[in-house]
């Protein structure tokens, strides 16, 4: 879960610190990471665990749901395990994560 502090939100903090988690989570040849966000299409709960969609930009999926706004999502990191993890600036979405080249570009 994270927490971004008032005023460092809407800036692709938790989408950089989810990068790193699993670039980290790769490099230790960890076999899945799972999330426990909100689902803002859900409530209108605020959110110490992250949003959802954040995730799911990220490449998680949801694997499980027991009630309607807190989806478990997992991310296969086996599936990416031949591929670079980077990080690069979408205008869209802040910091995501792209499989890249050796250059560093999509």
């Known amino acids: ?3 971004v502090r008032k005023g460092y939100r809407r800036q692709g903090v938790t989408s950089a610190l989810i990068a790193a988690a699993l670039k980290v989570a790769k490099r ?3 076999p899945a990471l799972e999330a426990y966000p909100v689902d803002a299409d859900e409530t209108k709960s605020a959110s110490g665990t ?5 995730f799911e930009r990220a490449g998680f999926k949801t694997v499980a749901r027991h009630v309607p706004p807190r989806p478990i999502m997992r991310h ?3 599936a ?7 990080l690069d600036r979408d205008p869209q ?6 499989p890249n080249t050796e250059s560093g570009r999509r």
């Open 28 to 30: 230790a040849k960890v």
């Open 76 to 78: 296969d990191l086996k």
């Open 50 to 54: 992250g949003f959802a969609s954040t």
């Open 80 to 86: 990416i395990a031949g591929l670079p993890i980077a």
């Open 93 to 98: 979405v802040g910091m995501s994560i792209w």
């Open 1 to 3: 879960c994270f927490y």
